[in-house]
């Protein structure tokens, strides 16, 4: 499986971004995926992440609200729609497939300036 993401940015606090990532999988992407995120000097945290049916859904607390994965598993995509940006919401984004290993995409910059 490879990820290649896609979108993020720079938008002000309050706006909204997307970020998607694509699974170039020859397989039915039968595992969960998600993104985490990393700011500097800080551990790589899970933000969202969708169960391999798209009906199992977690977020991090302080996303709740604000951001809203989504699955199409006929595009083999994954996007995560933010909303209501924070500045603490600045960090690199990665999206992640949970297939044995797990695998990682090259990581997407979101940049929210107060």
């Known amino acids: 499986v490879q990820l290649v993401e896609s979108g993020g940015g720079l938008v002000q606090a309050g706006g909204s971004l997307n970020v998607s990532c694509v699974a170039f999988?020859?397989?039915?992407?039968?595992?969960?995926m998600g993104w985490y995120r990393q700011s500097p000097g800080k551990g790589r945290e899970a933000v969202a992440i969708?169960?391999?049916?798209?009906?199992?859904?977690i977020y991090l607390d302080s996303v709740k609200g604000r951001f809203t994965i989504s699955r199409d598993f006929t595009k083999k995509t994954v996007h995560l729609q933010m909303n209501s940006l924070k500045p603490e919401d600045t960090a690199t984004y990665y999206c992640y497939a949970d297939t044995s290993p797990s695998t990682w995409g090259q990581g997407i910059q979101v940049t929210v300036s107060s």
């Open positions: 969708s169960g391999w049916d798209g009906e199992r859904i």
């Open positions: 999988d020859d397989g039915s992407m039968v595992y969960d």
